[in-house]
């Protein structure tokens, strides 16, 4: 009793000190760190010699806000989460598992039907020329990581197999069209499917030798891959134009009719005023649908035996063996399914931006695609749709924060810390939650109820 | 010489091991090692510990290629299959042959029908048209897909896990998983059956429940070759028992026959001696094992 | 011949850089078994330190010997690098480690994401040029040898003796490769496991400061985005070696730095790093881990 009660009392002055001593040690450790890279700057002066010149201001807030938020992390941040985890423990479980609301249940039609009158609402509100940038930089641009996500979600997040290279079969996919449609001049509804196939046989290419490898070996193979195809895209110059990359590559139309301001455009057609949102719009319905697709395509696959055999390779692939499945032939196709949805998001990009270079498959576009999967959660088509649209969506949005300007003074640009605070959001989720936003699995078929699988029993493959 | 029970050699022979040798490295784990398992039979092999038995298994179900020998799978259609020369996923696929695994290998993401629909995958590819089929929408691989479930149904109940069918495999109890992947092993339709320890690490009620479930399995024409290290068990279900000490047989016959050959009880019970050379032998294998 | 040798020189410089980049790999992965995607970027903010003790050094202090100088680069560069990754890991790693095997390398992939930016917003994106530390060059017949080539390579050869030295000799290094075998045991008999693994990130950290240093020596720029390349090369060679082997880490990144410096010099520069993957693919495919790696036997 009498413990009980001095507790309270002592915990307080306790815990001031730590969140003192804390917050000392952060401001030391933030000073050490950021000493040279923060405190000094080095630059070019006129005659292109470098010269360093102290920032001690800078540094100064740097350790100042390092100490003081540590301070208040232990102070108050700290104790308050376990109060709440505290509580949440003490809830009775049934509680928790309680049926999904009406809103869970409808999510993808919800969903859907949004995203189906997003152009028409965005129109009304901002006006043809004024709905460009939302229907291009957060429709469109989203909607191809979006599906680019789905289709390494099947080798990755299904078969459990790391592919590092993804954006190679991405850069397959548009170079197909680019060449196949300035040289030979075919019409993109020919040429979509060309490139998804073609990719696919990349992906078996590729995939035959290498499959056999497991776990990190595969990665970074992959990885290889993936350079190699963009260094050859890079120095054949005869075909690829090198970094000067594929222009002018014919638009998309809308089975047959072309978005330009000849008399059978599509403007004329429809006695429009000439736009150029309209090649957008269509656009963005054209990348929604092959995003439903491959969503349609997955979720199909799941309940057939190959899908089955997929999640069966990435929970335990020597139990797969003892079972008759073949494993190369299933890893095969999960890599070159994959490989197939690569393919198509990248004729769709060549024919959005009517360019190409190489400069668009890097590796940090694998790299981001892979983080979109993983901080999705591995396996769940909603997990990682909201994945990017937080993270693609998020970066986007940092480019139209002029009003920072406002507070930073003018020779901020958010631009530069796109890609920086990209980075801090992804290390920050994973820590905050490792099997990434939605953690369970449904299950493909069940007997009697239809429950979820906790993240806690998935395993994450080691080919 | 191993001394051989002949009385048994009138059924016919469903596996038959022939002067099987396994080297790693330098270690001989099996040495010139023959036997036969008959049709519609518990076979059981037995050894103490590091003997090879696991070694022979994974021979048998192709993990390891073997250094030497011929296994042969006699099927009932009269279908041969000299194993050593298939593929692992063939030898379930093509000559019947399914498995478990001594530290129990289930797909704990998967529920627990799930794991039994893994099972049945080439059946079920076939019926998808590969896949293209199914995504189709095919009435044939409907049909097929409902049949699995049931087939899969027939099973829990078998091992009495129906009330756990919807629950992630990896969420049961031990006794239940290893019912799970017996069950599971069984939706491949083998014809014979191999168990790696199906009773280690189960309370005396539950490995009465699985020598129940073994018997049935064995009544309904399926062929059982289980390791086991329960003698119990082994006394009471098995039809025939081989016994491995060193990679080579020391004895081959009768249950009876088995357990009262002084080679099988020294090998057992040991000799100050031998004891301590099975101390180095077991130490020397997990050495290998830690730097595998 | 002596064309033959002095590419033979040019990429044994080379493969000593990528070699020293690839132990930090090789021991990340060896003690727990995670692709460490920023070490590429732990190299870039060694070369970056190197540059700013460089420039302090030069500006407060002119006419400091150049050895002088050196040293301070490496020491202050090792430091630094080292503080960054014993950080790093301790706030973006630790927290992760037993769970999910790619939340860790999302979260390394992040870091390297995180460290070239944090460069590029902190000191400009623009290359930054320092003059030449070390002109002088010997001649033996055709063959040119440049002093920065031949310190590179004995500050290498020491370094790994050294390191040799720790990780084979010493209680730390016993710790370590207990570590490796099986953390929990380790952990029973007395090894303090987050402290061994601590300073395996510390350092792999100050082998790849060395590299930074030595990097900059040689080409005399340091660049935002100059982790990646190098990084995944030597990434490439730690794997080609042999993932988690010591040896095979150095093998592997002289091997890369020869295929390199002997492709472009015989067949064409454009496809330098084609030949470099090309092996790496080509080695996996018949020796599935690596020149040096243990077989890895399937346990079922």
């Given at each position: 009793m009498a413990n009980a009660i001095s507790e309270p009392g002592k915990a307080p002055a306790s815990l001031l000190g730590q969140a003192i001593k804390e917050a000392v040690f952060t401001g030391l450790l933030t000073f050490g760190l950021f000493l040279l890279y923060i405190g000094?700057?080095?630059?070019?002066?006129?005659?292109?010699?470098?010269?360093?010149?102290?920032?001690?201001?800078?540094?100064?807030i740097f350790v100042g806000i390092a100490a003081v938020g540590r301070f208040l992390?232990?102070?108050?941040?700290?104790?308050?989460?376990?109060?709440?985890?505290?509580?949440?423990?003490?809830?009775?479980?049934?509680?928790?598992?309680?049926?999904?609301?009406?809103?869970?249940?409808?999510?993808?039609?919800?969903?859907?039907?949004?995203?189906?009158?997003?152009?028409?609402?965005?129109?009304?509100?901002?006006?043809?020329?004024?709905?460009?940038?939302?229907?291009?930089?957060?429709?469109?641009?989203?909607?191809?990581?979006?599906?680019?996500?789905?289709?390494?979600?099947?080798?990755?997040?299904?078969?459990?197999?790391?592919?590092?290279?993804?954006?190679?079969?991405?850069?397959?996919?548009?170079?197909?069209?680019?060449?196949?449609?300035?040289?030979?001049?075919?019409?993109?509804?020919?040429?979509?499917?060309?490139?998804?196939?073609?990719?696919?046989?990349?992906?078996?290419?590729?995939?035959?030798?290498?499959?056999?490898?497991?776990?990190?070996?595969?990665?970074?193979?992959?990885?290889?891959?993936?350079?190699?195809?963009?260094?050859?895209?890079?120095?054949?110059?005869?075909?690829?134009?090198?970094?000067?990359?594929?222009?002018?590559?014919?638009?998309?139309?809308?089975?047959?009719?072309p978005f330009d301001a000849s008399p059978g455009g599509f403007a004329k057609m429809f006695g429009l005023p000439m736009s150029s949102a309209y090649y957008k719009i269509f656009l963005f319905y054209l990348i929604l649908a092959l995003c439903m697709v491959t969503a349609y395509v997955t979720i199909r696959l799941r309940r057939m035996p190959i899908g089955r055999a997929w999640e069966a390779l990435r929970e335990d692939e020597i139990a797969c063996r003892s079972l008759g499945i073949n494993t190369v032939t299933t890893k095969l196709t999960a890599f070159s399914i994959g490989a197939m949805f690569g393919g198509f998001a990248g004729s769709f990009f060549a024919a959005r931006q009517g360019f190409v270079s190489p400069e668009s498959f890097v590796f940090m576009e694998s790299a981001v695609i892979l983080a979109i999967v993983v901080l999705g959660g591995m396996g769940s088509l909603t997990g990682i749709a909201v994945a990017a649209i937080v993270?693609?969506?998020?970066?986007?949005?940092?480019?139209?924060?002029?009003?920072?300007?406002?507070?930073?003074?003018?020779?901020?640009?958010?631009?530069?810390?796109?890609?920086?605070?990209?980075?801090?959001?992804?290390?920050?989720?994973?820590?905050?939650?490792?099997?990434?936003f939605v953690g369970s699995r449904e299950p493909s078929a069940f007997l009697k109820e239809k429950k979820a699988v906790s993240g806690s029993f998935t395993k994450e493959g080691h080919g | 010489m191993a001394s051989v029970d002949t009385s048994m050699t009138s059924k016919d022979t469903i596996l038959k091991v022939e002067h099987l040798s396994m080297r790693f490295g330098g270690l001989m784990a099996i040495n010139d090692f023959s036997f036969e398992a008959k049709r519609g039979e518990i076979t059981a092999l037995i050894g103490p510990n590091g003997a090879g038995k696991t070694t022979v298994f994974n021979c048998i179900t192709g993990f390891y290629k073997p250094t030497m020998g011929m296994i042969s799978l006699h099927q009932k259609s009269g279908k041969e299959y000299l194993l050593e020369r298939l593929p692992d996923f063939m030898i379930t696929r093509e000559a019947k042959v399914a498995r478990t695994f001594q530290n129990i290998r289930l797909f704990s993401g998967l529920t627990v029908l799930e794991n039994l629909l893994v099972a049945q995958h080439n059946k079920l590819m076939k019926a998808s048209g590969y896949t293209i089929l199914g995504l189709l929408g095919s009435p044939l691989y409907k049909r097929e897909a409902k049949k699995a479930i049931e087939t899969a149904a027939h099973w829990l109940e078998r091992a009495d896990l129906i009330d756990r069918a919807d629950d992630p495999a990896g969420d049961l109890p031990y006794g239940a998983q290893r019912r799970l992947e017996i069950a599971r092993a069984m939706c491949t339709g083998p014809e014979l059956l191999c168990l790696d320890e199906p009773a280690a690490g189960l309370n005396p009620k539950e490995s009465l429940a699985l020598n129940t479930l073994l018997r049935s399995i064995r009544d309904e024409g399926t062929s059982l070759l289980l390791i086991e290290h329960d003698m119990s068990v082994v006394m009471e279900i098995s039809d025939h028992v081989v016994v491995l000490e060193y990679g080579q047989k020391i004895s081959d016959g009768t249950p009876d026959h088995v357990k009262n050959d002084p080679k099988v009880i020294a090998a057992y019970l040991g000799v100050d001696d031998e004891e301590v050379t099975e101390v180095i032998a077991e130490v020397e294998s997990l050495d290998g094992g830690a730097k595998a | 011949?002596?064309?033959?040798?002095?590419?033979?020189?040019?990429?044994?410089?080379?493969?000593?850089?990528?070699?020293?980049?690839?132990?930090?790999?090789?021991?990340?992965?060896?003690?727990?078994?995670?692709?460490?995607?920023?070490?590429?970027?732990?190299?870039?903010?060694?070369?970056?330190?190197?540059?700013?003790?460089?420039?302090?050094?030069?500006?407060?202090?002119?006419?400091?010997?150049?050895?002088?100088?050196?040293?301070?680069?490496?020491?202050?560069?090792?430091?630094?690098?080292?503080?960054?990754?014993?950080?790093?890991?301790?706030?973006?790693?630790?927290?992760?480690?037993?769970?999910?095997?790619?939340?860790?390398?999302?979260?390394?992939?992040?870091?390297?994401?995180?460290?070239?930016?944090?460069?590029?917003?902190?000191?400009?994106?623009?290359?930054?040029?320092?003059?030449?530390?070390?002109?002088?060059?010997?001649?033996?017949?055709?063959?040119?040898?440049?002093?920065?080539?031949?310190?590179?390579?004995?500050?290498?050869?020491?370094?790994?003796?050294?390191?040799?030295?720790?990780?084979?000799?010493?209680?730390?290094?016993?710790?370590?490769?207990?570590?490796?075998?099986?953390?929990?045991?380790a952990a029973l008999l007395g090894v303090d496991v987050d402290r061994t693994i601590s300073i395996t990130f510390v350092m792999g950290a100050a082998l790849a400061a060395v590299a930074g240093t030595m990097y900059l020596m040689y080409y005399g720029v340091a660049a935002f985005n100059d982790g990646f390349i190098p990084g995944v090369k030597a990434f490439t060679a730690a794997v080609l070696g042999g993932i988690g082997s010591l040896p095979g880490a150095v093998l592997g990144g002289l091997l890369i730095g020869l295929i390199e410096s002997l492709w472009s010099a015989y067949f064409t520069i454009a496809y330098k790093d084609v030949a470099t993957f090309g092996l790496l693919a080509f080695v996996l495919i018949f020796k599935p881990t690596g020149i040096l790696g243990r077989p890895e036997v399937e346990k079922v």
């Open positions: 000094f700057k080095t630059d070019q002066d006129i005659s292109n010699a470098l010269i360093i010149y102290g920032r001690p201001g800078l540094l100064a992390m232990v102070l108050f941040v700290h104790p308050w989460a376990k109060a709440r985890k505290d509580a949440r423990a003490e809830v009775p479980v049934h509680d928790i598992e309680k049926s999904p609301s009406l809103f869970h249940k409808h999510f993808l039609k919800i969903a859907l039907v949004a995203l189906l009158l997003y152009p028409p609402v965005i129109v009304s509100i901002y006006g043809f020329q004024g709905s460009l940038k939302f229907v291009d930089n957060f429709g469109i641009q989203i909607l191809i990581y979006v599906m680019l996500a789905w289709g390494l979600n099947i080798v990755v997040g299904l078969a459990g197999l790391l592919d590092l290279g993804y954006v190679a079969f991405y850069a397959v996919g548009a170079y197909s069209y680019a060449l196949l449609s300035s040289h030979f001049g075919l019409s993109f509804w020919l040429l979509l499917p060309i490139s998804g196939i073609l990719a696919a046989f990349w992906g078996m290419i590729l995939g035959f030798p290498v499959l056999r490898l497991r776990g990190d070996y595969l990665a970074i193979v992959t990885l290889a891959f993936g350079e190699i195809i963009r260094l050859v895209l890079i120095n054949w110059t005869d075909v690829t134009q090198g970094t000067f990359g594929v222009s002018s590559i014919p638009k998309a139309t809308l089975f047959g009719i993270m693609t969506g998020g970066t986007e949005l940092l480019r139209e924060m002029e009003f920072l300007k406002h507070i930073f003074g003018p020779d901020f640009t958010p631009e530069l810390y796109r890609m920086l605070i990209f980075g801090l959001a992804m290390v920050i989720v994973m820590i905050l939650k490792p099997r990434g | - | 011949m002596d064309y033959f040798i002095q590419q033979l020189v040019n990429g044994l410089t080379l493969g000593s850089i990528y070699g020293l980049i690839a132990i930090g790999y090789t021991m990340v992965y060896g003690i727990i078994g995670m692709i460490n995607f920023a070490h590429g970027d732990i190299f870039m903010l060694g070369g970056f330190a190197a540059l700013i003790v460089f420039l302090l050094l030069t500006t407060l202090f002119a006419g400091v010997p150049v050895a002088l100088a050196l040293l301070v680069m490496l020491i202050v560069a090792m430091l630094m690098t080292s503080l960054w990754n014993w950080a790093i890991e301790r706030v973006a790693y630790r927290p992760l480690r037993g769970s999910f095997r790619l939340a860790p390398l999302i979260t390394a992939i992040g870091m390297s994401i995180v460290l070239s930016n944090f460069i590029q917003v902190a000191q400009g994106p623009r290359n930054k040029p320092i003059p030449p530390m070390i002109t002088d060059v010997y001649h033996f017949g055709e063959v040119t040898i440049q002093l920065k080539q031949i310190v590179i390579i004995i500050v290498t050869a020491v370094l790994l003796t050294l390191f040799w030295y720790i990780v084979n000799k010493t209680p730390l290094g016993r710790a370590q490769r207990a570590t490796e075998q099986d953390r929990k045991m």
